[in-house]
């Protein structure tokens, strides 16, 4: 049986993270790419390490989008807010940082 949650988050929650999810989704997109952009480790141990923190930093940012999705099925004013759009707002604060 489905966690009622799973598919339906209540209105007031949504709001709040829909506040929230731009920078969160900016701030997690940024910090994956600085990472990532590093040279990999030249041993086995610490590349292991350095792939699995690519990967946690990834399935995070896929959460981001998957808790926008489903806010976006509540909310029709939610859906305004596509997954474009909070990439743009992404790269405009990575394009800010790095200058």
């Not at 350095?50 to 990967?55: L, M, V």
């Not at 806010?71 to 405009?92: G, I, V």
Request: some cysteine.
């Amino acid at each position: 049986m489905k966690n009622e949650f799973q598919n339906k988050i209540p209105d007031d929650i949504c709001n709040l993270l829909s506040q929230a999810l731009p920078s969160a989704f900016a701030r997690s997109v940024i910090s994956y790419t600085e990472f990532s952009c590093k040279n990999p480790p030249d041993n086995a141990k610490d590349f292991i390490a350095y792939h699995n923190a690519c990967k946690a930093a990834l399935g995070h940012i896929g959460a981001l989008v998957k808790i926008k999705d489903v806010c976006a099925k509540n909310s029709p004013a939610e859906k305004s807010q596509s997954l474009e759009e909070l990439l743009r707002q992404a790269r405009h604060l990575l394009d800010k940082t790095e200058n």
